[in-house]
């Protein structure tokens, strides 16, 4: 058994301790603390306030290890996680950028982390100049007129901005406007926000090309159309040509347009929402501005508006406790630190990035789709998958998990649902050509042993700390504690 694969308790010995206490603790005391009875008795001794009927009958099972022990064991546990300062991280539509470490210096600094969100106002001037920076910034990169930071999340915006869009048709006494249209290659997120607010949706197809088919559109927008709800680019990574057109189809039926700000970070410094025709947005600025948020957060969703909707933008802008300020704060430090000009450099290097390797892999596994992307493209599994004489072939599951061995985190699998076997892969802006023709071989070299070997594939991960669960039995089944 390796080190890191033991439990706490399984390096437990009695009387060993990783702790000392102060001098002017007792000194037997302190000798007692070794056994866990003996801080039974003792904790009992200094507790005499506490009611009887609280009081533990038996000793704490805890584990008796020494500091080094722990330290050892968590620093294993933290290096059994992957992440975006461990490797390459291509994760679709989730921008896994590298994190600038002066970010978090800024975030962490005391006079900002110290500060509590209900102490007198005019002791807060400067976080509130970081507030007000951060909007007006926004606003200029994404063409609104004004953000909140109320939402803590991205779907939270969602919620928010769909809030605002009812509200704006209320106050218009047009309450029959109760329908969403979606496209059919929009996020998860995008529909099940819609029907948390109360909203019917109506889905739109897209064409061959992989864009919301103009045509299909125009039989569904009608009186009881509120809006649309589109990502530009797609989840295909496709930037919609026609959305100027759609624009104008949806305002003309009185609807508006809400911006999924997922996938914004192609078009940092070049293209604005607003002047695309959106009135609604949010932006995930824990992905487009540099907070990876992996394992479920940080994150922060801030919802910016046009000037129809302008009105309805209630203040205070921020929440009780000012939204994530933290994510804010790094997130304006790497809008400052690239400044305006350097801005407009992320979304074409990360767009030259994902068609390179597009363009380098698509001899190896399948492209639906072969226009030009933007940050994010997707492949529909293997050309060769290894599948013969009944023999299983290797599935987009098999590759993502064979990426393991090799010391890479898996792109997206299995979405957008317009593909059977879709793998979305997006490098970002932050990575080396080294890093992306590292990564071009590997998953070359895997398709070559899907082609010769599938089984390889179908073992994999061979060098993880685990092999392949069962990932079914552990989402019905799972076991919170040992």
């Not at 593909?419 to 080396?432: D, K, R």
């Amino acid at each position: 058994m390796r080190y890191y694969d033991k439990l706490i308790f399984e390096l437990s010995h009695p009387g060993r301790t990783g702790f000392s206490l102060p001098a002017s603790f007792d000194a037997s005391a302190r000798t007692n603390l070794c056994s866990p009875k003996k801080r039974l008795a003792v904790a009992s001794s200094v507790s005499d306030a506490v009611p009887t009927k609280l009081l533990r009958e038996s000793a704490l099972d805890l584990p008796e290890v020494s500091e080094v022990d722990v330290v050892r064991h968590y620093t294993n546990l933290s290096q059994m996680n992957f992440g975006v300062d461990t490797g390459f991280y291509p994760l679709g539509s989730c921008t896994m950028k590298y994190n600038p470490k002066i970010n978090e210096e800024i975030a962490s600094h005391p006079l900002f982390s110290g500060l509590h969100p209900l102490q007198p106002a005019a002791t807060v001037k400067g976080a509130q100049a970081v507030i007000d920076g951060l909007d007006a910034a926004l606003a200029a990169i994404t063409g609104m007129k004004h953000f909140t930071f109320l939402p803590c999340a991205g779907a939270h915006g969602e919620l928010t901005g769909l809030m605002l869009m009812r509200e704006y048709h209320m106050a218009r006494n047009d309450a029959a406007r109760t329908k969403v249209i979606v496209p059919d290659s929009a996020h998860g997120t995008n529909p099940a926000s819609a029907a948390v607010c109360g909203l019917q949706i109506v889905e739109v197809k897209s064409g061959a090309d992989g864009l919301v088919d103009v045509e299909s559109l125009k039989p569904l927008l009608g009186p009881d159309i509120a809006g649309i709800m589109m990502t530009n680019p797609n989840t295909l990574g496709l930037f919609e040509r026609q959305i100027g057109e759609i624009a104008k189809l949806v305002h003309d039926c009185g609807g508006l347009l809400y911006y999924d700000g997922a996938n914004m970070n192609p078009l940092l410094g070049k293209v604005r929402p607003g002047d695309m025709g959106f009135d609604i947005m949010h932006l995930n600025l824990h992905k487009t501005f540099s907070t990876p948020h992996g394992g479920g957060g940080p994150g922060s969703g801030p919802v910016g508006v046009g000037e129809r909707v302008l009105p309805y933008l209630r203040e205070p802008r921020t929440s009780g406790f000012h939204g994530n300020f933290g994510v804010m704060l790094r997130a304006y430090a790497y809008i400052l630190m690239l400044g305006k000009q350097n801005v407009k450099m992320a979304g074409p290097l990360a767009t030259l990035s994902a068609n390179y390797i597009k363009e380098s892999l698509k001899d190896c596994y399948k492209l639906p789709i072969p226009s030009i992307c933007k940050h994010e493209f997707v492949f529909d599994g293997l050309i060769n998958d290894g599948a013969c004489e009944g023999k299983a072939g290797a599935t987009t599951l098999d590759v993502a998990k064979r990426l393991l061995d090799y010391g890479f985190h898996a792109p997206t699998i299995y979405f957008p649902l317009l593909f059977h076997q879709a793998l979305m892969i997006e490098p970002t802006e932050t990575e080396s050509l080294e890093t992306l023709d590292e990564f071009i071989a590997v998953m070359k070299k895997i398709a070559a042993e899907a082609a010769e070997d599938p089984d390889i594939l179908h073992r994999a991960p061979h060098n993880a700390p685990i092999g392949r669960p069962d990932e079914t039995a552990a989402a019905r089944n799972p076991i919170l504690k040992a």
